[in-house]
T-cell receptor, first 111, second 112 residues
């Protein structure tokens, strides 16, 4: 069974801290891994990763994929209260044509 | 440049009633997906449409769930004889590539 596991499930930090969110996966036929931010209802796209070792970066957010060890991390530096959200990791399963999501990490940034 | 839209935004229904949820994808997007998210849970894949191909129904939780996509655009997710465990946020997404998906705002369904 295809599976995506995120950790931690919940994280509370102070504004300005750096956080690392983890995503590990076991799927039959990996195509790509995606990170989303979900603040209210609709997730918004952050990154798509297909190759190992290549860091994707957008402002204070960055992500990297390790296809050998089957995991990805999402880093957020100099966190702000606006970063508070649920961060979702999903893996696209080639052939099955579906995204398998992890449970999400609920990140809370306290001022 | 409208995004994915869904209606209604909220739906409260009584157990045993049928409900229809609507999704308008981004114009030109050939792929359309339905997911649901129960309280405190991750996203659960329900069904996927690609162009005019027969949909992948493998994720539908029971035969009470069905979905249509008319003319390769608008999609309707129908839940018959709703149960309390059907209460969730139902999210629709569309894409033009096989990777990035754009999500709608969701429909929050509450079954009393």
């Amino acid at each position: 069974e295809d599976k995506v596991v995120q950790s931690p499930l919940s994280l509370v930090v102070h504004e300005g801290d750096t956080v690392t969110l983890n995503c590990s996966y076991e799927v039959t036929n990996f195509r790509s891994l995606l990170w989303y931010k979900q603040e209210k209802k609709a997730p918004t796209f952050l990154f798509m990763l297909t190759s190992s070792g290549i860091e994707k970066k957008s402002g204070r957010l960055s992500s990297i994929l390790d296809k050998k060890e089957l995991f990805s991390i999402l880093n957020i530096t100099a966190t702000q209260t606006g970063d508070s959200a649920i961060y979702l990791c999903a893996v696209w399963v080639q052939g099955a044509q579906k995204l398998v999501f992890g449970q999400g990490t609920r990140l809370t940034i306290n001022p | 440049g409208a995004g994915v839209s869904q209606s209604p935004s909220n739906k409260v229904t009584e157990k045993g009633k049928d409900v229809e949820l609507r999704c308008d994808p981004i114009s030109g997007h050939t792929a359309l997906y339905w997911y649901r998210q129960s309280l405190g849970q991750g996203l659960e894949f329900l069904i996927y449409f690609q162009g005019n191909s027969a949909p992948d129904k493998s994720g539908l939780p029971s035969d009470r769930f069905s979905a249509e996509r008319t003319g390769g655009s608008v999609s309707t997710l129908t839940i018959q004889r709703t149960q309390q465990e059907d209460s969730a946020v139902y999210l629709c997404a569309s894409s033009s590539s096989v990777d990035e998906q754009f999500f709608g705002p969701g429909t929050r369904l509450t079954v009393l």
